[in-house]
């Protein structure tokens, strides 16, 4: 595996609508593995390898992975030079206190910040232990006033400082694993496809912008595509940390193989086939039905596009989401890379699709 290109992804911030420079080094990275990439206009990222949208001589694939994370935005900027935030996607409000920040302006420019909160010795007892509020809490990035307005301006990213690091040999923690692993599974994807010379193959990657704000981008490449199967990679819930009964989230643990989901926006057939071909390959895989029938990744939107598309989700196990130290396994990360593009190779090479 090419972990540096998975370290700069993670690196480079891309919160939910404003992905353009990790959309860029995705493209920059896989052009000479594709025939060609592209954006549209939302800022989706294309990678084709042999995709005719209007031919039906092979299944056309879709393999998606949302490149956006959660971040917030500028709202306000008092007169003491505090800057006040809002949430762009599913933010934990109840870890940032403290969090590293960065600001991205409209200038180019980034300053770093610190997100703070009033110390708890001022604080009165009964509120110490109340949930914190978003509006409660304040960036200062030790500039003067002056400096701040000058600077910053109403509606400027806000992103988790990069902080990618190996916990052991195969644990990785950052910002963002949610769900740049899975971007980063497609690249794998298509560049052994290409390498491998596979032919006959119909396959665009897409990663996809806005997922964390309402699958956004996803529907967008789905109705351009109007592929036969489209798979969705994301990260999932591992359940083996402590206060997460398994009776009511179901058993997914790190280092156990990739998730294949079998919750209702995931077709049958199509699991099915993901389920016997890691068994066939001897890759590990774990089952989940997710803790609700439908929804939590595009899979929900892919497969309603069009008259319908047969669709699958599947996940790489991931402790501690949407706060800056998710946490997945490297093994799982090639599990996926493996099921997925065996997956390819044997729907490519069939004559009908279930």
């Known amino acids: 595996m090419d ?48 995709y005719v949208p209007e031919d039906n001589l092979f299944p056309k694939i879709l393999i998606e992975a949302h490149i956006d994370e959660i971040g917030f935005q500028v709202i306000y900027i008092d007169d003491n030079g505090f800057i006040y935030i809002r949430k762009n996607g599913g ?21 770093f ?14 509120d110490r232990n109340k949930n914190i509020e978003l509006h409660s809490l304040w960036i200062d990035t030790g500039l003067s006033p002056d400096e701040v307005k000058k600077k910053i301006s109403i509606g400027d990213v806000v992103a988790w400082k990069s902080n990618m690091m190996y916990l052991s040999d195969k644990r990785i923690s ?57 798979i969705s990679i994301d990260v999932d819930f591992a359940t083996d940390v402590p206060d997460c009964p398994k009776t009511k989230f179901g058993d997914i643990s790190l280092g156990n193989g990739v998730v294949i989901h079998k919750s209702i926006d995931n077709t049958k057939s199509i699991t099915l086939l993901a389920e016997k071909i ?60 493996e099921l997925l593009y065996h997956m390819i190779i044997n729907i490519i090479h069939v004559t009908k699709i279930d």
């Open 3 to 50: 972990v540096n290109f998975l370290n700069k992804i993670l690196n480079t911030h891309s919160v939910s609508g404003f992905e353009d420079k990790t959309g860029k080094l995705f493209i920059d990275y896989i052009t000479p593995y594709v025939d060609s990439a592209y954006t549209d206009i939302m800022g989706n990222c294309y990678a084709n390898i042999g």
């Open 174 to 230: 950052s910002k963002a694993l949610d769900d740049k692993v899975g971007v980063y599974i497609i690249s794998q994807v298509l560049k052994k496809l290409s390498i491998n010379k596979i032919c006959n193959a119909q396959v665009c990657g897409v990663a996809s912008v806005q997922e964390e704000v309402g699958h956004r981008g996803a529907m967008v490449c789905c109705h351009k595509l109007n592929p036969d199967i489209a």
């Open 278 to 337: 890691a068994k066939e390959n001897n890759i590990k895989y774990q089952i989940s039905a997710r803790p609700t029938s439908v929804g939590g990744t595009n899979a929900a939107v892919l497969q309603q596009t069009q008259n319908g598309i047969r669709t699958i989700s599947l996940g790489i196990p991931c402790r501690y989401m949407h706060t800056p130290v998710e946490l997945c396994d490297l093994d799982d990360i090639k599990d996926a890379i």
């Open 113 to 126: 910040g610190i997100i703070g909160k009033k110390p708890i010795h001022l604080t009165a007892p009964e």
């Open 91 to 111: 933010v934990d409000i109840q870890c940032i206190p403290g969090s590293q920040v960065i600001i991205q302006t409209l200038s180019g420019e980034e300053l």
